[in-house]
């Protein structure tokens, strides 16, 4: 994590935030009498008006079904939305674009996996390995797996600051495990998990690994080349895109070799009534009219975020979660959850013995929004040995004037509670 002195390099010196937030609109509304501060961005991000103008567009001036057409409107339709899994490709340069399958969001992904390349290569006796800090996303697709097949699930422990104890790596790993699927930022407590490490360690023993990206994409930049992961997932509306948008990376040697997901339109070569032939990658797992608008506003918030620039972004968020961790530490009766030393934009607490129901609620009078609860991480959370907590997580286009009016809100319930 960066050093944060009072005295670093102004935030506007690293991203002119005040005209970055003009790029959102909802931004400029307010919560009855108050601006919105918006801290739920680990849920869902806000879109930036060109994400909104390219649906708006898509919708206004090309927009017609595709594949399937020779008419105009269809063959544009068509072109925008390859165009965009070429941008997608790129964002996550993937060697190849037909690498790139939209499907509904970083959920479908692991599902379409977890039923595809799942029940082809898990059987009987194997085990599939999973971290403790997994969305439930990444947890339930297995474990219906695992009881179909009769398969075990191992659980790769983290210890009290939310760090995977990778000591255990060596021995969770054996030649009966078919994947390792984990995420690369906990959405829970804002952990960076060193997916190198764990990839590598997951390829020493020729174990295909599933990185769960939902968190990690729209802050770290992500080069799937490079990562050499096995299929990576995300979702559109969590990195600025629309929502019911998401995408499922694979080596093309594993998506080819994978069943097809669902059966319908756009997905086959020949229907007989003896049998059905497939298409290839993408269009093998894109069963039925995707979700063309999706796809091309996903790509104009990967062209937004590639016009700000990802390092000066992934800087600019360093920057402020430092100034987030040291002002919100001089709340009275603040607990962070979470003490990795390599953090992401996500900063979960407790205040006090205070419900985190009740300080979301008091929070949402000023115009606050964040999230509370196991954050779809039940089982993490019961390692921590907590029902739950109080979430804030940040985007770029938040400020240090938007931090410290959480803090002063949360200085006021502390008060309010006694
Ligand atoms: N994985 C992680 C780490 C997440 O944070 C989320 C969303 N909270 C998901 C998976 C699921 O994403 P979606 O609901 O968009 O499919």
Redesign the pocket.
């Known amino acids: 994590m960066a050093e944060f002195t009072r005295d670093a390099p102004a935030l506007d010196d690293i991203l002119s935030v005040s005209k970055v937030r003009q790029d959102f609109p909802i931004l400029q509304r307010k919560i009855g009498k108050s601006p919105l501060v918006y801290l739920d961005n680990?849920?869902?991000t806000q879109k930036p008006r060109a994400v909104l103008d390219a649906v708006q567009r898509f919708y206004s001036e090309d927009y017609a079904n595709i594949h399937r057409g020779v008419h105009t409107l269809s063959q544009r339709a068509t072109q925008r939305y390859d165009a965009a899994r070429e941008t997608v490709a790129g964002y996550i340069h993937a060697p190849a674009t037909e690498e790139v399958i939209f499907v509904?969001?970083?959920?479908?992904?692991?599902n379409l996996v977890a039923s595809t390349y799942g029940r082809e290569a898990v059987g009987s006796g194997d085990n599939i390995l999973l971290t403790a800090m997994?969305?439930?996303?990444?947890i339930v697709p297995w474990q219906l797996l695992a009881q179909e097949k009769g398969a075990e699930i191992r659980v790769l422990p983290v210890d009290d600051r939310g760090v995977l104890e990778l000591d255990a790596l060596d021995s969770l790993l054996d030649e009966r495990t078919r994947v390792f699927a984990f995420?690369?930022?906990?959405?829970a407590l804002g952990t960076v998990n060193p997916v190198e490490k764990l990839i590598a360690a997951a390829h020493r023993r020729g174990v295909p690994v599933l990185v769960?990206a939902?968190?990690s994409v729209q802050h770290l930049g992500i080069d799937v080349t490079a990562l050499d992961c096995d299929f990576l997932?995300?979702?559109g509306?969590?990195c600025y895109g629309p929502?019911g948008i998401?995408v499922l990376y694979g080596k093309r040697e594993r998506l080819s070799e994978m069943p097809p997901y669902q059966g319908g339109g756009d997905m086959i070569e020949h229907v007989r009534w003896e049998g059905t032939t497939f298409k290839d990658i993408p269009e093998r797992f894109e069963a039925g009219t995707p979700n063309i608008a999706g796809a091309i506003g996903l790509a104009a918030a990967m062209r937004y975020l590639e016009e700000l620039g990802r390092e000066r972004i992934a800087r600019y968020e360093a920057n402020l979660v430092d100034y987030a961790n040291e002002t919100l530490s001089g709340v009275e009766g603040f607990r962070m959850v979470g003490t990795a030393p390599d953090k992401a934009s996500i900063i979960s607490f407790l205040l006090k013995e205070i419900h985190p129901h009740d300080v979301a609620t008091f929070l949402d009078a000023e115009g606050i929004a964040v999230r509370t609860g196991h954050?779809?991480a039940e089982p993490l959370m019961r390692r921590l040995g907590i029902t739950g907590t109080t979430r804030a997580s940040l985007s770029f286009y938040n400020t240090r004037e938007e931090i410290d009016l959480l803090a002063a809100a949360l200085g006021k319930i502390v008060r309010f509670f006694g």
Do not use: L, P
């Open positions: 680990g849920a869902s509904r969001g970083a959920t479908e992904a692991i997994e969305h439930h996303a990444n995420t690369h930022v906990s959405n769960d939902a968190q997932v995300f979702s509306h969590k929502t998401g954050h779809c």
